[in-house]
T-cell receptor
Framework: DSGVTQTPKHLITATGQRVTLRCSPR?????VYWYQQSLDQGLQFLIQ???????AKGNILERFSAQQFPDLHSELNLSSLELGDSALYFC??????????????FGSGTRLTVV | GESVGLHLPTLSVQEGDNSIINCAYS??????FIWYKQESGKGPQFIID?????DKRQGQRVTVLLNKTVKHLSLQIAATQPGDSAVYFC????????????FGKGTHLIIQP
């Protein structure tokens, strides 16, 4: 167990729908990163939050949004879902907000299937 | 940013042999590199890292080599064991992670008995 908790583990939904993925970082970690892993694009950085504030943005679609709450858990919201959004979504956490050098721990991911 | 690539999608080795997994990166501004191991149903797991001011770093049974001249990174696993079967990714970071990590496509390491 990495200490980073992601729920749900699996999610199946229809095109056009909206889903919310949840991530609880390791105890003491202030930063949360979201990544998408698909067969064609590999692992891609989506967005980072540090202590409730957006810190960095990667290849995140406008249909996707995220936030980090005062208790430091984060949610990734995916809307108007398309078949191509089917992927594994990982969250990682770290103590610092300055990248992976200070320790980056990944959760086990949420597998999203859009049908 | 530019992507980090891997040369081989699958590498098959005999148990007990040494494994070498290669990675080519194209962003010369990257200053931090990590190798991750991903087993089925799990997230990427840190194996070893190296900063750009180093050319070699050793861990337990693993060694990472960095050749900045040709922008090449390799992971060497000594005495490969069945538990080493996984997909291995290299990742690069630029400027303190402002753009997150950039991952390569991954190499699936298969251990033959």
């Amino acid at each position: 167990d990495s200490g980073v908790t992601q729920t749900p583990k699996h999610l199946i939904t229809a095109t056009g729908q909206r889903v919310t993925l949840r991530c609880s970082p390791r105890s003491g970690d202030l930063s949360v990163y979201w990544y998408q892993q698909s067969l064609d694009q590999g692992l891609q950085f989506l967005i980072q939050y540090y202590n409730g504030e957006e810190r960095a943005k990667g290849n995140i679609l406008e249909r996707f949004s995220a936030q980090q709450f005062p208790d430091l858990h984060s949610e990734l919201n995916l809307s108007s879902l398309e078949l191509g959004d089917s992927a594994l979504y990982f969250c990682a956490s770290s103590v610092e907000g300055q990248g992976a050098y200070y320790g980056y721990t990944f959760g086990s991911g949420t597998r999203l299937t859009v049908v | 940013g530019e992507s980090v690539g891997l040369h081989l999608p699958t590498l098959s080795v005999q148990e007990g042999d040494n494994s070498i997994i290669n990675c080519a990166y194209s962003n010369s501004a990257s200053d931090y590199f990590i190798w991750y191991k991903q087993e089925s149903g799990k997230g990427p797991q840190f194996i070893i890292d190296i900063r750009s001011n180093m050319d070699k770093r050793q861990g337990q049974r693993v060694t990472v080599l960095l050749n900045k001249t040709v922008k090449h990174l390799s992971l060497q696993i000594a005495a490969t064991q069945p538990g080493d079967s996984a997909v291995y990714f290299c990742a690069e970071e630029t400027g303190g992670g402002a753009d997150g990590l950039t991952f390569g496509k991954g190499t699936h390491l298969i251990i033959q008995p």
